[in-house]
């Protein structure tokens, strides 16, 4: 949409649309959560928590976490601005950065929140991927914080998929969804690049291993 006006009205009226069909389409499904323990666990350490999952996930997971008190970190490309405004409307507020763009400033933007008590939202395979690759943005921030990283995956019985390069999955209507958590992931303060490489490879282990579990719930490798 070039046209500046017109993008304008769209980012006002099209997020808010789309939170009313979001929360109607979702509230049909009956969901379950496992591995409530190692949310617990997370939580326990009474830092901020940095949730962390795949980016096919999030249309779901931004309705499954609205009750969270959570920051999230939303690309700053113009379709970012419908996702951020999605992610307002749905109870988060939104950070604004990317890999390409405003990416240092995000970085010192999620640290404050993190420091003012906010938990983070963050997709683990960024705005762009390559899909199930997991970047080192949350790691940077849970070694500069003490945070917890917490691995977040869902499953269903029944879902759309997009041809995105994420794949895109959005559970179906009275569908059963399956919400799993990971063990939280302490990143020491102080690492330096190889540390952090370390971790980033610990936290893509998680994820891909929580990704299998869940949908080997419904006899599938994944989604």
Known sequence: MKHPLLH?????????LA?????AWFLTCRTTEHGGECKERAVATGKPVIAVFWHYSLTYLL?????????????????????????????????RGSRNRRGLRAVKELKSRID??????????????????AQGGPVLLASRSGSPILPIVWSASRYFTFRSWDRLAVPKL??????????????????????????RCELERAL???YRLAWSRYEKEGH
């Open 8 to 16: 304008q009205a769209a980012v006002r009226v099209v997020p808010l």
């Open 19 to 23: 939170s009313w069909l979001i929360r």
């Open 63 to 95: 309705y499954h976490m609205r009750s969270y008190r959570a920051a999230a970190l939303v690309s700053a490309s113009r379709d970012g601005d419908y996702l951020a405004r999605l992610a307002g409307h749905l109870g988060f507020s939104a950070v």
């Open 116 to 133: 003012s008590g906010e938990n983070l939202a963050i997709v683990a395979d960024g705005s762009q991927g390559p899909a199930l690759k």
């Open 174 to 199: 009275f569908a059963r969804v399956d919400v799993f958590f990971g063990e939280p992931l302490f990143v020491p303060a102080g690492l330096d690049a190889d540390g952090m490489e370390v971790y």
């Open 208 to 210: 891909l291993e929580l």
